[in-house]
C-alpha cells in the first residue's frame, strides 16, 4: 500500500527538505502543485482532501486557512510543520520522544515542534519531570540558529547582499514560541529568550544556562546527565552526549550537511555550583523537516527512522 502524500507549501524551504527525504521511497505517492497551482484555494483544497496525509509547510496564516479546507470526513491526517497549532487543543504535539510514538501513530492532527523549542523541551521537559529542576524557575534560553530558519526570506537577505555575521532578534521579548515552550515543559514562567542568526545556512544550538546553587531543589549536573541519559536510552534520534568525552568548543559549520538527530550536552562547573544545558541540531532536520518526516513514518506505520539523515553509530 502507498500512502499519498501533499506536501502544501512545497517551494519552500521545510516543503523541499521533506520532498528530498521521501525522494525514493516506495512507500509514498508524493503529491505537489506546480507554480500556477500551488496557491490556488480550490486546487489546494482537492490536493488537501485526496491525500492520506497532507504536511503543511506554510507561514502560520496560510496553515491554518488549509485546515480549514479539509472537510473532516475526507480522513485527511495533517502534519504541520507551522506554529499555528502547537499549543491549540484537539492537536497532537509530534514530540515522539517526549510524548510517546504511539501517541503521534494514533493522532489525526499534528502539530510539529519549533525548531528552538525542539532544544528547550528536549533538555529541560524531561528534568522538570523526573523534580530535578523545578517547573516554578524563571529558566533563560540562548539560541543561535542558521539563516534558514528564517525561510526563503531571510535565505534571500543573508544570500544577496551583505549577510550580517550575527543578527540578535526577538528583542521585543515577544517570540512566537515562548508559549510551546512553556506549555510543553510544564512552566509557570515563560522563558527569557535570546535568539539570534549566524551566517551559516542550517544548524542550531540552544542554551540553558543554570546557576544550579541558587535552584532549590535543583539536582546537580552529573544528576541532571544521568537522568536525560536514562530517558533517552535506545533513541535513535536523540543523542546525550557522555561527561567522559565532552568536547571544549562546539561549531556550527557554513557548510554543513542536513541531519535529523538532536545532540544533548551538560556541562557542569567543576564545583557544582554552575551547568550549561546545551542541544545541537539541524533547524531543517529535527527541528522542521526530519521531524515531520519522522512522524510521518510513525502515522503511516513504518520504521520511525526511515529516510531521516542520522549519524552512523
Ligand atoms: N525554516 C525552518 O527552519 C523552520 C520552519 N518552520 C515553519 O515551517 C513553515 C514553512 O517555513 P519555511 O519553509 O521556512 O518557509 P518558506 O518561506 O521557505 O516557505 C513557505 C512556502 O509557503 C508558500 N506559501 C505562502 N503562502 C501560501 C499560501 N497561501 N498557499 C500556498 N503556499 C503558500 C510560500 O510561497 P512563495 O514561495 O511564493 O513565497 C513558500 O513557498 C513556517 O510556518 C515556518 O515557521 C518550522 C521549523 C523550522
Ligand atoms: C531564524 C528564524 O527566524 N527562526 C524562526 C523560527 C523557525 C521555526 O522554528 O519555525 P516556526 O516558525 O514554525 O516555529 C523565528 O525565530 O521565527
Aim: glycine residues 10%.
Amino acid at each position: 500500500m502507498t500512502h499519498k502524500i501533499f506536501i502544501d507549501g512545497a517551494a519552500g524551504t521545510t516543503g523541499l527538505e521533506i520532498a528530498e527525504r521521501l525522494a525514493g521511497r516506495s512507500e509514498f505517492t508524493l503529491v505537489t502543485l506546480d507554480d500556477t497551482q500551488r496557491k490556488d484555494a480550490a486546487a489546494r483544497r482537492e490536493a488537501l482532501n485526496d491525500a492520506d496525509v497532507a504536511i503543511l509547510c506554510l507561514p502560520d496564516e496560510a496553515a491554518r486557512e488549509a485546515v480549514a479546507l479539509i472537510d473532516p470526513a475526507s480522513g485527511t491526517r495533517v502534519i504541520d510543520a507551522s506554529s499555528a497549532h502547537r499549543t491549540a487543543d484537539g492537536w497532537c504535539y509530534g514530540f515522539p520522544e517526549l510524548i510517546g510514538g504511539e501517541r503521534v501513530a494514533d493522532a489525526r492532527r499534528i502539530s510539529n515542534p519549533g525548531c528552538y523549542p525542539t532544544g528547550f523541551l528536549g533538555l529541560l521537559a524531561p528534568l522538570v519531570k523526573a523534580d530535578l529542576l523545578p517547573a516554578a524557575w524563571p529558566y533563560t534560553v540562548h539560541a543561535v540558529s542558521g539563516y534558514s530558519g528564517g525561510g526563503k526570506a531571510l535565505i534571500e537577505r543573508f544570500e544577496t547582499g551583505k549577510a550580517p555575521a550575527f543578527r540578535g532578534y526577538g528583542l521585543a521579548m515577544g517570540h512566537k514560541h515562548l508559549g510551546e515552550m512553556q506549555t510543553h515543559a510544564g512552566l509557570a514562567h515563560a522563558p527569557v529568550f535570546s535568539p539570534a542568526v549566524v551566517d551559516a545556512f542550517r544548524g542550531m544550538v540552544v542554551e540553558i544556562p543554570l546557576q544550579l546553587s541558587a535552584i532549590e531543589g535543583a539536582g546537580e549536573a552529573a544528576a541532571l546527565l544521568e537522568a536525560l541519559e536514562a530517558f533517552y536510552d535506545g533513541s535513535q534520534v536523540v543523542s546525550v552526549h557522555p561527561d567522559f568525552d565532552l568536547p571544549s568548543e562546539l561549531l556550527l559549520q557554513p557548510d554543513a550537511n542536513p541531519r535529523d538527530d538532536l545532540q544533548l550536552f551538560v556541562f557542569g562547573s567543576e564545583d557544582g555550583t554552575q551547568a550549561r544545558l546545551i542541544a545541537m541540531l539541524d533547524n531543517l532536520g529535527k527541528g522542521a523537516s526530519g521531524a515531520a518526516v519522522q512522524n510521518l513514518n510513525l502515522l503511516c506505520g513504518l520504521p520511525e527512522t526511515a529516510g531521516l539523515h542520522l549519524p552512523s553509530a
